[in-house]
């Protein structure tokens, strides 16, 4: 079996994404474990959100019409909790709290999750992921 992804990106979520390319250039993802937005992931200009040891690397995402790998990233602490689990990132109308990129277009990105299958998991769970250090 080939290597599992950890995140995927829904077809609605690349639409926005190169919408968002288009206007702020190369992008990046980060999901916090902090209260505010902290299950929503919050979209950058890449390299604006400084990562560090205390952040992993979950993916490198491809989307078509993109040229640049848009990179997901999450704390630490938050990967803890979620590290058995598969995640998508989805659009939907409505307005975030935060300062994630999407905001002035009247949608958020969220988190769809499931967790992995047992055949899945026996592959990732030793996984080393990088770090922002």
Not at 52 to 78: C, H, N, Y
Not at 89 to 99: I, L, N, S, T, Y
Not at 105 to 125: N, P, T
Request: net charge negative; charged share 25%; with cysteine.
């Amino acid at each position: 079996m080939e290597n599992p992804s950890r995140v995927d990106l829904t077809e609605s979520a690349c639409e926005l994404l190169r919408t968002l390319y288009k206007a702020n250039g190369p992008l990046m993802f980060h999901q916090s474990g902090g209260c505010c937005d902290g299950s929503s992931p919050m979209c950058y200009p890449a390299g604006e959100f400084k990562t560090g040891g205390q952040d992993v690397k979950l993916a490198d995402l491809r989307v078509a019409g993109i040229p640049e790998l848009i990179s997901f990233w999450m704390s630490a602490s938050q990967f803890e909790y979620w590290k058995h689990t598969h995640l998508t990132v989805d659009v939907v109308d409505g307005r975030g709290g935060g300062f994630s990129l999407e905001t002035p277009e009247g949608k958020r990105f969220l988190i769809r999750s499931r967790l992995f299958s047992d055949d899945e998991w026996a592959i990732l769970e030793n996984e080393v992921l990088p770090t922002g250090a």
